[in-house]
């Protein structure tokens, strides 16, 4: 079945306790992208990657790294994180065309304290 | 930056209506895509958008590319609880295709 996944579903932590969210896609796709859903302001894109070893800042990148060692994975890390990172997040995929549509996983719910 | 609104922000309909919801931008968009996010789950594609004027249906949704390339429309016909959920639009910047950006959603209430 083809599917992003990502995981944890859900993570508690502490502000400064280092985190990675990872996520993993069966498709083949070579863009990859996450977002953070926040209330009333929809999907904010964070970082993005076109390919292998290739990453941008989205709209809010600010506390978060990523890496693209591999087609298939684009972790998300948090170094340090702060509670204004509580949120849902989602990693989205598509093929590498500009208007292909994402194929998006099933969230994790951070909450930092 | 470029944004994306959707009208209206929240819906309470009885089962069995008919919805109207809407997207607009700025900014010129040469893709409209339109997204269903079920509680507890990531968004899934609905309906995709590729040309001005351009209506396209998926069963009782229809959706429609406005001709000023500004703005987007979704319909559902005869609305059932399954229905419930927030409602996306997005589309990859005409400056950028690599930033695909999304509207705060449309929420979705259908009372049985």
């Known amino acids: 079945e083809a599917q992003v996944t990502q995981n944890p579903r859900y993570l508690i932590t502490v502000t400064g306790k280092k985190l990675t969210v990872t996520c993993s896609q069966n498709?083949?796709?070579?863009?990859m992208s996450w977002y953070r859903q926040d209330p009333g302001l929809g999907l904010r894109q964070i970082y993005y990657?076109?390919?292998?070893?290739?990453?941008d800042k989205g709209d809010v990148p600010e506390g978060y790294k990523v890496s693209r060692k591999e087609k298939r994975n684009f972790p998300l890390i948090l170094e340090s994180p702060s509670p204004n990172q509580t949120s849902l997040y989602f990693c989205?995929?598509?093929?590498?065309?500009?208007?292909?549509?994402?194929?998006f996983g099933n969230g994790t719910r951070l909450t930092v304290t | 930056g470029q944004q994306l609104n959707q009208s209206p922000q929240s819906m309470f309909i009885q089962e069995g209506e008919d919805v109207s919801m809407n997207c607009t931008s700025s900014s010129i968009f040469n893709t409209w895509l339109w997204y269903k996010q079920d509680p507890g789950e990531g968004p899934v594609l609905l309906i995709a958008?590729?040309?001005?004027?351009e209506l396209t249906s998926n069963g009782r949704l229809t959706a429609q590319f406005g001709i000023t390339r500004k703005d987007s429309f979704l319909n559902i016909s005869a609305s059932i609880p399954s229905d419930v959920g927030i409602y996306f639009c997005?589309?990859?910047?005409?400056?950028?295709?690599?930033?695909?950006?999304f509207g705060p959603g449309t929420s979705l209430s259908v009372i049985p």
């Open positions: 498709m083949n796709h070579e863009y």
């Open positions: 997005a589309g990859p910047l005409e400056t950028s295709y690599d930033k695909v950006i």
């Open positions: 989205a995929s598509r093929r590498g065309q500009g208007n292909s549509p994402l194929h």
């Open positions: 958008l590729y040309k001005a004027g």
């Open positions: 990657s076109m390919n292998v070893e290739v990453t």
